[in-house]
């Protein structure tokens, strides 16, 4: 794979699954437009595939949604930069109608009972603010705008902006009436999400902040909001949580967190129960499935019913499977819930309808395909990806030296060898190296490196004790797993332990600064992008950095420069490239600014490479073309340095 071949790479978004209706989104880059072009597709169940809307020039098309009576079809479509607006077209074909005119676009589709209504959040601007007109009906340009008043500590967030001034609210409308104006059925007091009607259609349930808005952190409950309009009402209160909503019948199904301790950062999201209570009273709580080894994965979609079990998305060691929960589970641990599909693969959507399950699975030589679980395959969007020769996965074990057991891979590029390697560190921490193909580690190989992807302490889909170790102990235990696992594929014959390199981005950076200073002899050079490299700015500039540093680092200043790579940057002396977007707000461009001064000033060979325009995801979200131009940066930093 080459780097532009990275418009190959199709990723199925939402499924909708009515009777024998399915239809799926489906993204790509595209480097003519430097856009992302999308459309909705249907695919038969005799094989058949056809597109449901044009993927046009310039357009994008997701999020699909079937009306409960099967007659219609809701969807989102951005035209060049606008933003998405809501459309609906008969679900027999023909041309979407335009429902929303928003300044910031609309939020998916949700259908009420009656098949006619729609709900959905958007984000509604202060009038003055993004290009909407002021009290006086003038508009102003962003750099004259008022001053923000920010009384709350989750006041931005990467890859979105400022919140306050926009704040998600909640909409229904009449999708057969046409287009009409929209006005919201929530206040700017805080964010709502993840919207579902009540049987009777007279209610949407949200997700919103603990006390609508009023306490400052991370908790959020569920609350009823009369379609008709009305004050919210609670429904639900977490001990942390709650997303991803889903009502079937009188139960309501979510996926959520809980906050048993003090440092409520990683913790396994679990499956949560609540009958629906009478209006004015509030829920009691179950949780189905165990914390300790059941980890959902609300990105894959919300729970869905079938029969008497719900099916999850859940995260296990590097893949992520299709599992069901029976509706009667008690805290039931990952070896009690029901495999129906994902094995060594990841599922990242899914639907079901009647018997059928459709899901959208990644495996390592596919981005993602429909498969008819129980059937077969339904799509072979990768196609074109694997005739231009996809790398295998080979999976790698290790032992760390306290004799904890390590999990990864190795992608090896072509020929006999020895092929120099890279140790490729993920972010997050709390996150993983799967069984999906990643085009980076593609990209790679296919230049001739063979590349390490590890899964070490800290990551996710081991279990909640997995993850949690290395709280307060960054660069310890974890920086052991990575070079256990690099040790054990450098036994190979086919690698050249002499020609090592060390990348990573986000917390990957962060190691690679950190294993930089304290084990460089092991490696010829190393590139970091989107790092944390100092802990103590970054609490306060990074949009998450107020909660984030407390539950891996702590508040004591010493500890916070003892744990940051740039207080070690002195003791780096390999080729180190310093790479950062100019408006990530997850970590604040300060990072890279500050530790390329400091690697200059102590005489490493050093360069600083800066992405405008981008956030923190640009190397999965980013301008088509700046994804592109990363990876011929890197790969022109690796052929100067292996």
Request: with cysteine; net charge negative; charged share 25%.
């Amino acid at each position: 794979m080459r780097p532009s071949d990275i418009e190959l790479l199709a990723v199925p978004g939402r499924l909708a699954l009515r009777g024998e209706l399915l239809l799926a989104a489906v993204s790509r880059p595209c480097l003519d437009t430097d856009r992302y072009t999308g459309a909705v597709r249907r695919i038969g169940f005799d094989g058949t595939e056809r597109a449901w809307t044009r993927g046009a020039r310039g357009r994008h098309d997701s999020a699909p949604s079937i009306s409960p009576d099967g007659r219609w079809v809701a969807f989102l479509r951005r035209v060049e930069g606008d933003p998405a607006q809501l459309h609906v077209m008969p679900s027999d074909g023909g041309e979407g109608e335009r429902l929303t005119d928003l300044p910031l676009g609309a939020g998916e589709p949700v259908w009420a009972p009656d098949s006619r209504r729609i709900a959905f959040t958007a984000r509604v601007p202060e009038p003055g603010r993004y290009g909407t007109a002021d009290s006086s009906g003038g508009t102003v340009t962003a750099d004259a705008e008022p001053p923000r008043r920010i009384t709350r500590l989750d006041y931005r967030l990467d890859d979105v902006g400022f919140l306050a001034d926009r704040r998600l609210r909640l909409f229904v409308v009449d999708a057969l009436g046409g287009p009409v104006p929209a006005e919201p059925l929530t206040d700017g007091g805080t964010d709502v999400e993840h919207p579902v009607w009540t049987p009777d259609g007279e209610r949407v349930l949200v997700v919103a902040r603990r006390d609508w808005g009023g306490e400052d952190g991370d908790q959020c409950d569920v609350y009823a909001i009369p379609a008709a309009g009305g004050a919210p009402e609670l429904v639900v209160r977490m001990r942390g949580y709650a997303e991803r909503l889903c009502l079937d019948g009188g139960t309501l199904f979510f996926y959520g967190t809980e906050f048993p301790g003090p440092e409520p950062e990683i913790r396994n999201v679990g499956l949560f129960a609540a009958a629906l209570p009478e209006p004015g009273s509030v829920a009691g709580l179950r949780r189905l499935t165990d914390a300790e080894t059941v980890d959902c994965d609300p990105a894959a979609g919300p729970p869905v019913p079938f029969g008497d079990e719900l099916l999850v998305a859940v995260r296990t060691r590097g893949a992520v499977e299709l599992r069901a929960v029976p509706r009667t589970a008690d805290g039931t641990g990952l070896a009690g819930l029901r495999l129906v599909g994902g094995e060594r693969a990841r599922v990242t959507a899914f639907a079901a309808d009647g018997d059928r399950i459709v899901a959208a699975i990644a495996t390592p030589d596919s981005r993602g395909d429909l498969v008819l679980l129980g059937s077969g395959p339904l799509t072979d969007w990768s196609k074109p990806l694997r005739d231009k020769g996809i790398h295998p996965l080979v999976e790698l074990s290790a032992t760390a030296a306290d004799g904890y057991p390590v999990h990864g891979w190795l992608v090896l590029p072509d020929g006999d060898g020895p092929h120099p390697a890279l140790l490729v560190v993920h972010g997050g921490p709390f996150a993983d190296y799967g069984w999906g193909l990643f085009d980076e580690a593609q990209v790679y190989a296919s230049a001739g490196y063979a590349v390490v992807l590890a899964n070490p302490r800290g990551s996710a889909g081991y279990g909640e004790s997995h993850g949690r170790a290395i709280l307060h102990a960054l660069g310890t235990v974890d920086a052991d797993d990575l070079l256990a696992l690099l040790d054990a594929a450098l036994e190979r014959p086919d690698l050249d332990r002499d020609r090592t390199g060390l990348m990573g981005g986000s917390y990957g950076g962060f190691m690679t600064g950190w294993l930089a200073a304290h084990h460089g002899e092991r490696f010829r050079a190393a590139w970091s992008e989107r790092a944390v490299n100092a802990w103590d700015s970054f609490t306060g500039s990074s949009d998450i950095g107020w909660k984030f540093s407390h539950c891996y680092v702590g508040d004591d200043p010493a500890e916070q420069r003892a744990r940051s790579p740039l207080t070690h940057a002195h003791r780096i002396g390999i080729p180190f490239a310093v790479v950062h977007s100019e408006l990530d707000w997850r970590c604040p461009v300060e990072q890279a600014q500050r530790m390329f001064v400091a690697l200059k000033r102590a005489g490493t060979e050093t360069e600083l490479l800066l992405f405008p325009g981008e956030g923190h995801e640009l190397s999965r979200s980013g301008r088509p073309r700046h994804r592109v131009r990363r990876f011929e940066a890197v790969l022109a930093w690796w052929a100067r340095h292996l």
